[in-house]
C-alpha cells in the first residue's frame, strides 16, 4: 500500500493557540513540538507493596477493592476552581431559560402510521412495556444476522417468545401458533421479521455500501447538518482483520471526501472562526489497528497502532478529512490517549488541527485527562477538538470490576455523570482555544447547559458544535441546526451483523428507564423534572 503525502497546501492548516485570527493566513509560524519522553509516557509504573503491620489483621469487609490496573497515564493533578457562585447562579438561571425554550420549540409529536418511525416508536412502546418481552426481542434481533434460512428465523422467533407468550398481544401469539417454520405462513412471518429488523437498523445505521454512505450523508447535509463516519466492527484478532480496518478507512476517504467538496458551501457547517473546517471527517478505534490491543505492552501496542495509524492520518490530510479518535473501555483509556499524543506530534502531524478524541464524564479521572490534554496542546501549539461524552461501557465496567474485585473506575450513580458532564462542559468552554469542544449528548439539560455556559463564558457559537447520534433525537438536531449551533451526528455504517450489535445497543439505551429521550417522549413528561440540576435522588 502507497503512503500517501500532505503536502497539499489547502488542506493543512497550521494553528498558533495563542492568537485568534478570524481566517488562516500562509506563512504563519508553528510551534515545534516538545520532545515526548517514551519512558515516562509509556512505562507502567508499579508501586511498593506495603508490608503488613505485625499482629494487626484486616478484614475482608475493611479491605479496599484495588484499583483496575492500567498504565501510566496523566499525572494527578489540582482539581480545576469551579466557578464563582454568581457566575454558577447566572449559568444555572440560563440553563432553565434556555431548557424551556428548546422544549416549547420540540416538536414532539407522536409519528403517523405512514411514517417508517411510527412502527419503529410502537414496537420499542410495546417492549418497553415488559422487561421480558423485551429481552427476548433483542436476543432475536442480535441472532437474526446469524440464521441463514426461512424455517431457522421462523423457528427462533417461536422458541425465543414462547417463553412470554402470555406477555405477548393476542394477534401475535395467534400468528406464532398458526405460522410452522417450514409452512408458507412460517416463511412469510420470517421475511417480514428480517424487513422490519433491517428497517430498524437503517434508523441507526447509514448504509453498507459507498453509495448508501454519500446518500445518507447528502441527506443529512440538506437538513443543515453534518457528520462524522464510524466503521461498525467486531473485536480485532489478527493483523490480517488489522489491515482490513486500516483499508477500509482510506478507501472510505478517498471516496466520500471528493463527494462532499462538491457541496454547496454552508458557513454554519464549513467554518469556526478561524478558518475553513473539512466537510469530510471519520472516527475509528484504536484497538481496531492491531491485533492484540495490550496496554501491559504500552510501547509495542503503540509502534503497532502508529504503523497503521499513520497512513490513515497521511490520506486524511491530504483529502482534507477530520480524523477523531474514539475512546473505548477503561483498560484502553490511558494508552489510547498516549498514542494520540505522542503520533500527533510527530513533525508531519503536529501543525494539523483536524484532530481530536473523546473524554468520557462517567470516569472520575475526565478532569485530569481534560487538563492534560490542555497542557500537551498548548505545548504542541495546535489546538484540537475534544468530543465530551457520557460514556457507553458502564454495564460492562461495572460488571468487569465487581468480577475482578477492582474498584469501579466510572460514576455509579447517573446524577453523577450528569454533574460531572456538566463540569467538564464549562472546563472546555473555559479553554475553548485549545480544547475545541464537541458537546455529544440528547439531554436537553446538558445541551441547555452547554449553551448556557459558551454564552457565559463568551464563545463564539461557530467554536464549538453539539454532536448526536444518527437515528436519535431527529427533532433536537433540526431545531438546534436552525437556532444557528452546528450539529455533527455520529453516522456509523457496516455490514448487517455487527450492525446488529449496534442496533441492539441503540435500541438498549432508547428503551432504558434513565434514557432521557424516552421520558422526554412520554406523555406526562414534566420539563421541570427533565431541566433538574443534577442532584442525589431523595
Not at 469556526?272 to 473539512?278: K, S, V, Y
Amino acid at each position: 500500500m502507497a503512503k500517501k503525502k500532505a503536502a497539499k497546501s489547502n488542506s493543512t492548516r497550521p494553528e498558533s493557540t495563542s492568537a485568534s485570527p478570524k481566517k488562516a493566513s500562509s506563512g504563519k509560524k508553528t510551534k515545534k513540538p516538545a520532545a515526548q519522553s517514551a519512558e515516562a509516557d509509556s512505562a507502567p509504573k508499579k508501586a511498593a507493596p506495603k508490608k503488613k503491620a505485625a499482629g494487626k489483621s484486616t478484614s475482608a469487609k475493611a479491605r479496599k477493592k484495588p484499583a483496575a490496573p492500567k498504565p501510566a497515564g496523566a499525572t494527578a493533578r489540582q482539581p480545576e476552581q469551579p466557578p464563582a457562585p454568581e457566575v454558577a447562579a447566572r449559568v444555572e438561571h440560563a440553563t432553565q431559560e434556555i431548557g424551556r425554550s428548546l422544549w416549547d420549540h420540540l416538536d414532539r409529536r407522536k409519528p403517523s402510521v405512514f411514517e417508517r418511525r411510527w412502527w419503529l416508536d410502537n414496537i420499542l412502546e410495546w417492549a418497553t412495556q415488559d422487561e421480558s418481552v423485551k429481552v427476548q426481542m433483542f436476543r432475536f434481533v442480535d441472532v437474526l444476522p446469524s440464521l441463514k434460512t426461512s424455517e431457522a428465523v421462523a423457528r427462533h422467533l417461536q422458541e425465543y417468545f414462547d417463553e412470554v407468550r402470555s406477555h405477548l398481544p393476542l394477534a401475535v401469539r395467534m400468528g406464532l401458533d398458526v405460522a410452522e417454520p417450514d409452512s408458507l405462513l412460517g416463511k412469510a412471518l420470517a421475511v417480514n421479521a428480517r424487513i422490519n429488523a433491517r428497517k430498524m437498523a437503517e434508523r441507526f445505521i447509514a448504509g453498507t455500501r459507498s453509495e448508501e454512505i454519500i446518500t445518507s450523508l447528502t441527506r443529512l447535509r440538506r437538513k443543515g447538518l453534518t457528520f462524522t463516519l464510524d466503521l461498525l466492527g467486531e473485536c480485532v484478532l489478527s493483523d490480517d482483520e488489522a489491515d482490513a480496518y486500516q483499508q477500509a478507512y482510506i478507501d472510505l476517504i478517498t471516496e466520500v471526501a471528493p463527494h462532499t467538496e462538491r457541496w454547496p458551501v454552508d458557513p454554519l457547517l464549513d467554518y469556526d472562526e478561524r478558518t475553513q473546517l473539512p466537510r469530510c471527517q471519520v472516527s475509528l478505534k484504536l484497538s481496531a489497528l492491531a491485533a492484540n490491543f495490550k496496554p501491559i505492552d504500552p510501547e509495542g501496542t503503540a509502534e503497532e497502532v502508529k504503523s497503521r495509524l499513520r497512513p490513515i492520518m497521511e490520506t486524511a490530510r491530504e483529502h482534507d478529512t477530520a480524523i477523531h479518535i474514539d475512546m473505548e473501555h477503561y483498560a484502553f483509556k490511558d494508552l489510547t490517549l498516549q498514542i494520540f499524543k505522542e503520533i500527533c506530534s510527530e513533525p508531519e502531524f503536529a501543525d494539523w488541527r483536524d484532530v481530536g478524541i473523546v473524554v468520557q464524564a462517567y470516569l472520575p479521572e475526565a478532569e485530569n485527562d481534560l487538563q492534560d490534554l490542555r497542557d500537551w496542546a498548548e505545548e504542541r501549539g495546535t489546538s484540537i477538538c475534544v468530543r465530551l461524552v457520557k460514556g457507553a461501557y458502564w454495564d460492562s465496567e461495572v460488571m468487569t470490576a465487581e468480577y475482578r474485585n477492582w474498584k469501579t473506575p466510572v460514576y455509579q450513580n447517573k446524577w453523577e455523570s450528569d454533574a460531572n458532564f456538566e463540569r467538564q462542559t464549562h472546563f472546555l468552554m473555559k479553554h475553548h482555544e485549545v480544547l475545541r469542544p464537541a458537546i455529544a449528548s440528547h439531554n436537553l439539560r446538558s445541551i441547555a447547559h452547554a449553551i448556557a455556559c459558551a454564552k457565559e463564558l463568551k464563545v463564539p457559537s461557530n467554536c464549538w458544535e453539539i454532536q448526536m447520534l444518527h437515528g436519535m433525537a431527529e427533532e433536537q438536531q433540526t431545531l438546534l441546526s436552525e437556532l444557528g449551533h452546528r450539529v455533527r451526528v455520529y453516522t456509523p455504517f457496516g455490514e448487517m451483523i455487527p450492525g446488529m450489535a449496534y442496533l441492539v445497543r441503540r435500541l438498549l439505551e432508547n428503551t432504558s428507564n434513565d434514557s432521557f429521550l424516552r421520558h422526554a417522549h412520554a406523555n406526562d413528561a414534566s420539563i421541570d423534572d427533565l431541566l433538574k440540576a443534577p442532584a442525589p435522588v431523595a
